[in-house]
């Protein structure tokens, strides 16, 4: 059996203290919105638990069993266990989808980037929030995160833009942290092939 970090670090992540930036949130994900809202691979809900009342319901998505011992239901916030490349959701199910800090963690990040956006709405936007690896300090957080084994593969703001090449994107940065905002624009029908392949 493969070791799963996550299940190990899962207490040190609920944690870790309130969400910082839920200002930045709030505003580049258009929030709150009357409908459905997915936290992808949302682990212990940090994020998802300050985001209750910004949507009608949460789906906190995530493969470890480990996170999920310390997520909390409730009326509007349902846990799902799901691979964030493989989602079990029907296509146009949610009215945003966000990501946070996750997607360096994730193996297919292109698999999981078509799966992010064929469940988001037409009119919808999702968020993808990471560390920014140009800077020097994250630079050695994911030095650190391969000496454990980790597996991270961190992307630039402008690689994970580009994951969303037929859609339009908008990048923010703060010190450390990159937010990459994509919006489905209702009037254009995007094909399957308009994905690529890394």
């Keep these: 059996m493969r070791f799963d970090h996550f299940d190990f670090i899962a207490p040190l992540y609920h944690r870790i203290g309130i969400y910082s930036h839920l200002e930045k949130m709030l505003s580049f ?6 409908g459905r ?32 011992r310390f997520a909390s239901c409730s009326p509007t916030l349902q846990p ?24 360096h963690h ?13 469940v988001l709405k037409p009119g919808g936007r999702i968020v993808i929030e990471e560390p920014d690896i140009r800077s020097f300090g994250i630079k050695l957080v994911a030095l650190a995160e391969k000496l454990v084994l980790m597996r991270s593969h961190f992307l630039s703001p402008h690689q994970i833009a ?27 029908v995007i094909q399957e092939n308009d994905f690529g392949c890394t």
Aim: glycine share 4%; proline share 5%; no cysteine.
């Design 29 to 34: 994900a258009d929030l709150p919105t009357p």
């Design 37 to 68: 809202l997915l936290d992808a691979r949302g682990g212990t809900a940090r994020v998802a638990s300050v985001l209750r009342e910004q949507a009608k319901q949460i789906v906190l998505a995530d493969v470890s069993l480990g996170m999920f």
């Design 80 to 103: 799902v266990s799901a691979l964030s490349e493989l989602l079990p959701f029907p296509e146009k199910s949610f009215d945003r989808v966000i990501m946070v800090d996750t997607l």
């Design 106 to 118: 994730i193996l297919h990040q292109n698999d999981t980037a078509r799966e992010l956006w064929r």
């Design 162 to 188: 580009m994951l969303f090449e037929f859609a339009s994107t908008k990048i923010e940065t703060g010190e450390s942290t990159a937010w990459v905002i994509v919006e489905k624009n209702p009037r254009r």
